[in-house]
């Protein structure tokens, strides 16, 4: 059994800044990618980053240059560094996570979501 649990949203003026991290808890024998997704009202999920195993990282362009994914293998966390907030960043942010328990497949983890919003 695996869980993500996920911490650091809030409310945060224009141009401030936020961490958002998840923890991976449970069997865990690796984990693969490790992604933040996020939802508005009346909005499609999107990908907002992306980081793999070895650390090669991917953003959508409206982030990009803002927001910095990281993770801590040790620890079983990744993270999401937002700074130069934008009121376009309010949303449900949730972490995925592709973990493998020992087995022969890996399968697809999510974290229970956080709420940034952003005011102007």
């Known amino acids: 059994q695996v869980q993500l649990v996920e911490s650091g949203g809030g409310l945060v003026q224009a141009g401030g800044s936020l961490r958002l991290s998840c923890a991976a808890s449970?069997?865990?024998?690796?984990?693969?990618?490790m992604n933040w997704y996020r939802q508005a009202p009346g909005k499609q999920r999107e990908l907002v980053a992306a980081?793999?195993?070895?650390?090669?990282?991917n953003y959508a362009d409206s982030v990009k240059g803002r927001f910095t994914i990281s993770r801590d293998n040790a620890k079983n966390t990744v993270y999401l560094q937002m700074n130069s907030l934008k009121p376009e960043d309010t949303a449900v942010y949730y972490c995925y996570a592709e973990i493998n328990s020992g087995g022969v497949y890996s399968y697809d983890y999510w974290g229970q979501g956080t709420q940034v919003t952003v005011s102007s």
């Open positions: 980081i793999t195993s070895g650390g090669y990282t």
């Open positions: 449970g069997n865990i024998f690796s984990i693969n990618d």
